[in-house]
């Protein structure tokens, strides 16, 4: 019931910028918990960021804390993922993931993949130095 689709990835320079957007339809309120996830080659997917939607409760993992943010605008329904001097180790696909979780509590804990039910494509980010 759910659908998420990213968009915004692309190539840039170390020190560059990009902003992520996860646009998300359908029977959006029971999944209130939207996270950016990314995989390198070779590498565990790893949780990045989060945000429980009905209170804009977020969190950012330690390797990207002071860079990157994560915001939404309810209007558009979308979440989004600003990412600031960006670092070849960021080089991944991102994905936007959401699920739905009890509180705001369980949605900064929810850092398993395989618990989320809804996926978007991906969207590929590229740094170079």
């Known amino acids: 019931q759910v659908q998420l689709v990213e968009s915004g990835g692309g190539s840039v320079q170390a020190g560059g910028s990009l902003r992520l957007s996860c646009a998300t339809s359908?029977?959006?309120?029971?999944?209130?918990?939207v996270s950016w996830f990314r995989q390198a080659p070779g590498r565990e997917r790893e949780g990045v960021a989060r945000i429980f939607r009905p209170t804009s409760t977020t969190y950012l993992s330690g390797s990207v804390e002071g860079r990157f943010t994560i915001s939404q605008d309810n209007a558009k329904n979308t979440v989004y993922l600003q990412m600031n001097a960006l670092q070849p180790k960021d080089t991944a696909m991102y994905y936007c993931a959401a699920r739905r979780t009890s509180d705001r509590i369980a949605c900064i804990l929810a850092a398993d993949p395989a618990s989320y039910t809804n996926w978007g494509q991906g969207t590929q980010v590229t740094v170079s130095s």
């Open positions: 359908g029977d959006t309120d029971s999944r209130n918990c």
